[in-house]
């Protein structure tokens, strides 16, 4: 009698065990999906190079990179950015400091608005042979967009601030002469790096 019982406690312990790990799971999905429905989302919608050119035996790039980024706010927030900044990034070098996409703006909560930029400059880069070799056969290019952003809502009386780093993994066309060889630029979803929010 007394082991059976043992063996009923120990299995609402278990039990119990069991429904506070659920109960945790469950807790967390939730704050996960709730943060990730208050995120603003980024995408790369189009993109091409109108230069980009090794020089001064494959130790500078001159380059012109158009292209357009989106952001969605699907949360039921407004959000007021204080900052929106881009860089592109080629081979793990920036090709530039960050630049600044936009003025201060106001984003309503369910929409998306678009950014038209233009990156173009003359920048140093450090590449081995092979890789010379293969920039010099290729017409679609690997570019990182790494995005700082900082915008904050009001929430219950309380001031929600949120700064955010995405990278977008770009396969961006070289469009020489109003032609691109055939490639086409494929939309790019762009993703969290380092996300900070703070409530005040």
Known sequence: MVGKCCCIVIGLI???FVL???????????IAKSI???????????????KFDLTANNTFLDYNLTLKLNLENRSPLDYNFDLLEAVPVFKSQNL???TNLSKPFYLEHKT???????FAGNHSVALGAQEAFDFGKADVFDIVLKINSEYWAKSDSKKVSL???????????????????????????CEKTELDINKD
Do not use: R, W
């Open 36 to 50: 990730h429905n208050a995120l603003v989302h980024y995408e790369v919608t189009d993109a091409s190079l109108t």
């Open 112 to 118: 998306n608005v678009t950014f038209p930029a233009l």
């Open 14 to 16: 278990f039990g119990l």
């Open 20 to 30: 506070a790990g659920v109960s945790i799971l469950v807790y967390f999905l939730v």
């Open 163 to 189: 700064k955010q780093e995405m990278a977008c993994y770009l396969k961006v066309p070289l469009n020489s002469n109003g032609t691109n060889g055939g490639e086409s630029f494929q939309i790019t979803k």
């Open 96 to 98: 530039n400091d960050m």
